[in-house]
Structures are given as C-alpha cells and as structure tokens.
C-alpha cells in the first residue's frame, strides 16, 4: 500500500527545535520530490518546504527560511524536517507530502495522515 | 509572490451543482490542481493538471482554467461532498501555492 507516515510532532516552547519524520511506503521512494505542507489551526494548507528526489536540490518558504531544514534518507525511505527557533505561529497540522516527479511538487499526489506541532510555553 | 484568491464559502442542494472558483494573475498560464479536505482528515487529491481526475475520483468533479479564474465544478452534489476544497499552482519563483479553501456546505 502507498502511504506516509509522519511522527514527531508534540509541544515544544517558543524558541525550541522539533524533528519530525515522514516513513514512505509502496513506491520508489527516490523517484520523487516530497515537501511539507502545514495546516494552523482553522486555517487554509500552506507549503513548507521540498526537496527534489536526489535531495540534490531543498527549497523553502520564506516563512521558515534559515529555520528549518529539510532532508531524505532515500536508503531509509524517510523525510525529515528539522525545526529550529520554533515560534508561536509555526503551530499547526503538519503533513508529508509526495509529489508527481522527481523535480517539483507540481502535483501533491500524496498526502499523509499528518502530526500535530505546538509551540507554547 | 503568487497569490491565489478562493471565497471562503459556498452552498449549494442537493442534487445541484457547484462551482468553486480560484483567481490568480493569468492563472490560465498555469495548471492548477484542486484538493478536497474532510474535517479532521488529510487532503486529497481531485483534479489535477485543470481538468484530469486521479483514479477513484467520481466523474461528477470537473475542472476548468482560463484567464484569471480556475473553477472546480461538481454536479449532483451530495452530502458527502461537503468539505474544505483548495486550490493550487506550481509557480517557478513561489514553488508551491495554494488558494486559501473554500468550505462547501450542502443545504
């Protein structure tokens, strides 16, 4: 079966770091670009960030630029997404997201069930 | 940046038809996807490239781009349609942007 799995997520302070993890399963995992998508809150989805399928290429939105980093463990199937200097705004849903082609997330074909980050003291 | 421009809200009965609309600068130029996202779920997949559907996506869901509006319709509306429906476009400088939902009640 094709499916993400995302973990990590929690509560962590203003200021904070979080790790979450995306485990892949049911496709060629390095064949594709996958990225991040977040959800505050009763809000609309907003990108986060991509990295192409190599991992040669990592793109961000200016919101997070500098703050997080995202990678891929192609050996291990898994994307990752580092957060630093986590603030309140950067609370939400976030979700795991596959894209079409190895080089864009054109198409978000996929999408995970998603994990839950809290940023408060 | 890109921005795209969805109406917060739409309602529409049973059995009728429903036409979420999505704005952008000569949106047209672009091919842009739709997602439907049920409460507390994760969004899906349901038109892709202005007006192709993933397999399992029932025929009723359409799509249609041009000029500076990209609409979703969906006709014999039913209950289980109502949902979060959002747009979305790859831009070359903005990478990935969506539209801001728009929540579809069915009356």
């Known amino acids: 079966e094709v499916q993400l799995l995302e973990s990590g997520g929690g509560l962590v302070q203003p200021g904070g770091s979080l790790r979450l993890s995306c485990a892949a399963s049911g496709f060629t995992f390095y064949s594709y670009a996958m990225g991040w998508v977040r959800q505050a809150p009763g809000k609309g989805l907003e990108w986060v960030s991509l990295?192409?399928?190599?991992?040669?290429?990592?793109y961000y939105a200016d919101s997070v630029k500098g703050r997080f980093t995202i990678s891929r463990d192609n050996s291990k199937n898994t994307l990752y997404l580092e957060m630093d200097s986590l603030r309140a705004e950067d609370t939400a849903t976030y979700f795991c997201?596959?894209?079409?082609?190895?080089?864009?997330?054109?198409?978000?074909?996929?999408w995970g069930q998603g994990t839950l980050v809290t940023v408060s003291s | 940046s890109y921005v795209l421009t969805q109406p917060p809200s739409v309602s529409v009965a049973p059995g009728q038809t429903a036409r979420v609309t999505c704005g952008g600068n000569?949106?047209?130029?672009?091919?842009v996807q739709w997602y439907q996202q049920r409460p507390g779920q994760a969004p899906i997949l349901v038109v892709y490239?202005?007006?192709d559907r993933p397999s399992g996506i029932p025929e009723r869901f359409s799509g249609s781009n041009s000029g500076n509006t990209a609409t979703l319709t969906i006709t014999r509306v039913e209950a289980g349609d109502e949902a979060d429906y959002c747009c979305q476009v790859w831009d070359s400088r903005s990478h990935v942007v969506f539209g801001g939902g728009t929540k579809l009640t069915v009356l």
């Open positions: 490239n202005n007006n």
């Open positions: 997201a596959k894209g079409d082609n190895g080089a864009t997330m054109a198409v978000v074909v996929l």
């Open positions: 990295i192409t399928g190599a991992g040669g290429n990592r």
């Open positions: 000569n949106i047209g130029t672009k091919n």
